[in-house]
């Protein structure tokens, strides 16, 4: 492909991302996989330098842009190599008509930008993220997976992690083949580290998904007690067990639980847990950087939504709570609604239930809870709150 044709195939990509960021449809991921998959003449600079340019373009945008070209146009706008490309040749997008306005340069959509908590810094949530792996404590110690790694750095105030440059393809290392390591953020890491999991414990990851924190709980816990992943959506849990098996964590218990019936699923467990984590769904506003198109996605209803759904979540996981446990709640956002403002109305629903400071050596103390962000702390954005329920 030539220069101008990598610009264009760009164009037509982010036509489609934009498409489907405002109809719900798949992630950019899938659609430039599917898009390379239908164009096998595209070689793999090809493919590298089409998509940098459609992630500078989503990067660069904070509103959702109209078309694929008012988006490149914008960039065109900061990068003059770039308006150079826009010469009208064969398979080239014809050149940038005298006044023709390129999308508005931004990080954060302008409505929920006042709703984003008041220490985080915003441009910094669209920044380049880095591959953070844990190392599987069930299998190896820190100190023996470092040679093995010997591209991968220590992760200050965070002690089983070890940090790869971004795009590292970790996946095809022994270490991560033989289950030593697992990708997850730092911050990950810490909030599974608020849980305080130990071995003989009865804890109860309440949103599992595939499982990433349920993992990093199985290593706390050394493969000693009960731990439950539960999930409404089948195939997230379909995928912890060949990520358990790898990990040698094969304790681990799967619990489908009937959106909107989950109490029914889950009536035997009450008031049994050690500890509940609510890893809950939410806007993703701290992982933005790694999937900067998701606040092309956002709207103010699905917020709204986010929020009751957070609430009504951690008000059928408090009963499973033993007196003296901990229920630990977390999200990878980073507006108050969903964070600081969720676990205050939690509280003030609810009696015996105390607020536990993190006091980590990584993030700072927002309302009942922690805030950890890109441009602070150098992980996803994170808010997560522990609440102790009064022993009986
Ligand atoms: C932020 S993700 C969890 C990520 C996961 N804990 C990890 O560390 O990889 C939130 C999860 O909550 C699940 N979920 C949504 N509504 C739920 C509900 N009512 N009860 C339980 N899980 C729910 C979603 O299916 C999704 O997997």
Not at 83 to 108: C, K, N, T, Y
Not at 185 to 192: H, K, N, P, W
Not at 225 to 231: F, M, P, Q, T
Not at 250 to 274: K, M, P, S, V, Y
Request: with cysteine; proline share 7%.
């Amino acid at each position: 492909m030539t220069p101008s044709a990598r610009i264009q195939a760009a164009i037509d990509l982010l036509d489609a991302i934009i498409a489907s960021a405002r109809d719900g449809g798949p992630a950019a991921d899938t659609l430039i996989a599917r898009y390379f998959k239908e164009r096998r003449y595209a070689g793999s600079r090809d493919r590298r330098a089409v998509r940098n340019h459609v992630y500078d373009a989503i990067r660069r945008a904070g509103e959702r842009p109209e078309t694929g070209r008012a988006a490149m146009i914008g960039l065109a706008g900061e990068r003059t190599e770039i308006a150079a490309l826009f010469d009208g040749s064969a398979h080239a997008p014809l050149p940038i008509e005298p006044g023709e306005v390129g999308a508005a340069a931004g990080a954060v959509p302008g409505w929920i930008a006042p709703l984003i908590a008041e220490p985080v810094e915003q441009d910094a949530l669209l920044g380049r993220a880095p591959v953070d792996l844990r190392v599987n404590r069930l299998k190896a110690e820190v100190a023996a997976v470092r040679p093995l790694l010997p591209e991968a750095e220590a992760v200050d105030g965070v002690s089983d992690a070890l940090r790869l440059p971004e795009g590292f393809p970790v996946e095809q290392s022994t270490a991560w083949k033989d289950g030593l390591v697992e990708v997850q953020d730092a911050g990950s890491q810490l909030i599974v580290a608020a849980c305080a999991a130990r071995p003989g414990m009865m804890a109860i990851d309440l949103c599992a998904g595939a499982g990433g924190k349920t993992l990093a709980l199985a290593a706390a816990m050394q493969g000693g007690g009960r731990l439950i992943a539960a999930d409404t959506i089948r195939s997230r849990l379909a995928r912890l067990e060949p990520r358990a098996q790898r990990a040698g964590a094969t304790f681990i218990e799967t619990l489908l639980l009937d959106q909107n019936h989950e109490a029914r699923g889950l009536e035997r467990l009450t008031g049994h847990a050690d500890m509940v984590l609510v890893d809950a769904p939410c806007s993703g506003t701290g992982t933005w950087r790694r999937n900067p198109e998701a606040r092309w996605r956002l709207t103010p209803a699905r917020l709204d939504r986010l929020v009751a759904e957070q609430a009504r979540i951690l008000d059928f996981a408090a009963p499973l709570v033993a007196p003296g446990g901990a229920l630990v709640y977390a999200t990878c956002a980073l507006t108050d609604r969903e964070g600081r403002d969720q676990v205050d109305a939690f509280m003030s629903r609810n009696v015996g239930w105390t607020a536990e400071p993190a006091d980590m050596p990584v993030g700072r103390a927002h309302g009942p809870g922690w805030l950890l962000t890109p441009g602070h702390d150098g992980t996803d954005g994170f808010f997560f709150a522990r609440m102790r329920r009064k022993p009986s």
